[in-house]
C-alpha cells in the first residue's frame, strides 16, 4: 500500500516540478500539461496544448541539456529542410525553453507504425516498410559512408547484458550459443567498410506514425543524429517490426531472424542497399539485436516472439 502511494505522489511532484518549469520558460505562454506520458533518469515527456494545438513536451534531466537542445536544434533544421517530402515528414521542434532543458514538439497524424502494420496486409506492409526506408535514405542527404566495422563492440555489449540479467535456463543457453556463433563470425567481419551514416538515435517503430488519410509517414523524437552503421538503424527496424506482426500473422515465415519480405523491401530502397559483403555486416548485427531484444523482453508479450526470431537466426545465419 505504501510504495502505490509514493509512486503517485512522486508522480505529482514530478508534474508540479514540470509546470513550474514550464511557467519559467515559456512565460508569456506557458503550455498547459495535460497527461504524464514518461518520467525517468533521463528526464520527462508529457502531452500538453500550446497555442491551442497539441504538443510534446520533452523535458531532458541531464546536467548537459542546454548543449543536447542546441545539438537537437542543428539536427532538426538541417531535417526541415529535406522534410515533408513526397509524403513523407518529421515532428521539428516548435519552441525551446534551453534553461529548464524543455523543447515543444508537435504531435504527427496517425498512428504508430508498427501498430498500422498489424491490420495491413502483406502488400501494404511492404509499402510501409518502404516508406519507412525512403524516410531514412533521404535523412542521411547524400552522406552514406564507410567506416571500420568493430564486432567485439557489439558482442561485448551482448555479453554485458546477459551479465547483468536474470533469465531461464532455456533463454541463457540461446544467449551463449548467439554470443559463441557472433565470435565465430567476427574475424571475417573485423575493420571491414561497413556502410555508415547519420542516424536518428532511436529510429524504431513507436517513434513513426502512418496517416492513411494522407498517405504519409512522419517521423519523431530524435534528440540528435548519430555516426553508425547503417545496417544497426535496419535491424532495429525490422526486428521490431518482425516482433510486433509474429503474433498476429500465424506461419509467417522468417529467415535469419526477420521477415524476409519485410527485408527485402527495406534493402531495395536506393541508399540502404546491403549487397554482397556489406550484407554479412547486417546478419551480424541482426544476432546482435536479436539477442538483446530477449533480454530486454522477458516481461513482455513478444518474449515468445524475440525468443523465435533468435531461434531462426541461429538456424540460418551463416557461420564463417
Known amino acids: 500500500m505504501i510504495a502505490p502511494l509514493r509512486a503517485a505522489m512522486a508522480r505529482r511532484q514530478g508534474i508540479q516540478a514540470l509546470e513550474a518549469a514550464l511557467r ?9 500539461l495535460e497527461r504524464l506520458i514518461k518520467r525517468d533518469s533521463k528526464g520527462m515527456v508529457a502531452e500538453a496544448r500550446w497555442q491551442g494545438e497539441p504538443v510534446i513536451v520533452k523535458q531532458f534531466a541531464s546536467a548537459d541539456a542546454a548543449q543536447r537542445i542546441a545539438r537537437m536544434e542543428a539536427d532538426h533544421a538541417l531535417l526541415r529542410a529535406l522534410f515533408p517530402h513526397e509524403g513523407l515528414d518529421f515532428a521539428n521542434i516548435l ?8 523543447v515543444l514538439l508537435p504531435v504527427m497524424p496517425g498512428i504508430r507504425l508498427d501498430t498500422a502494420m498489424i491490420a495491413a496486409s502483406p502488400a501494404e506492409r511492404v509499402a510501409l516498410v518502404t516508406k519507412a526506408g525512403q524516410w531514412l535514405a533521404r535523412s542521411l542527404d547524400g552522406q552514406r559512408g564507410t567506416g571500420h566495422f568493430s564486432p567485439n563492440h557489439w558482442r561485448r555489449m ?12 532455456e533463454d541463457r543457453r540461446l544467449l551463449d550459443t548467439t554470443l559463441v556463433r557472433l565470435a565465430a563470425m567476427a ?6 567498410p561497413v556502410p ?16 492513411c488519410t494522407s498517405g504519409s509517414l512522419g517521423v519523431f523524437d530524435l534528440d540528435y543524429r548519430t555516426e553508425q552503421a547503417i545496417a544497426m538503424a535496419l535491424v532495429r527496424l525490422l526486428s521490431e517490426l518482425t516482433q510486433r506482426l509474429w503474433p498476429h500473422a500465424p506461419g509467417m515465415a522468417l529467415d535469419q531472424g526477420l521477415c524476409p519480405d519485410l527485408r527485402t523491401a527495406l534493402l531495395a530502397v ?5 549487397d554482397g559483403p556489406d550484407a554479412q555486416y547486417l546478419t551480424y548485427l541482426t ?7 530477449v533480454i530486454e523482453k522477458q516481461d513482455s508479450a513478444r518474449i515468445s516472439a524475440a525468443r523465435a526470431c533468435l531461434a531462426n537466426w541461429l538456424e540460418t545465419a551463416p557461420c564463417p
Open 24 to 32: 519559467s520558460g515559456f512565460p508569456q505562454e506557458t503550455p498547459a
Open 95 to 102: 519552441a525551446a525553453a534551453t534553461a529548464q532543458g524543455i
Open 158 to 169: 551482448l555479453e554485458a547484458q546477459l551479465g547483468a540479467s536474470r533469465l531461464p535456463l
Open 187 to 192: 574475424p571475417a567481419l573485423r575493420g571491414g
Open 196 to 211: 555508415r551514416g547519420p542516424i536518428h538515435r532511436d529510429f524504431s517503430p513507436q517513434n513513426m506514425h502512418w496517416d
Open 270 to 274: 536506393p541508399v540502404l542497399e546491403h
Open 287 to 293: 544476432g546482435a539485436r536479436l539477442g538483446a531484444l
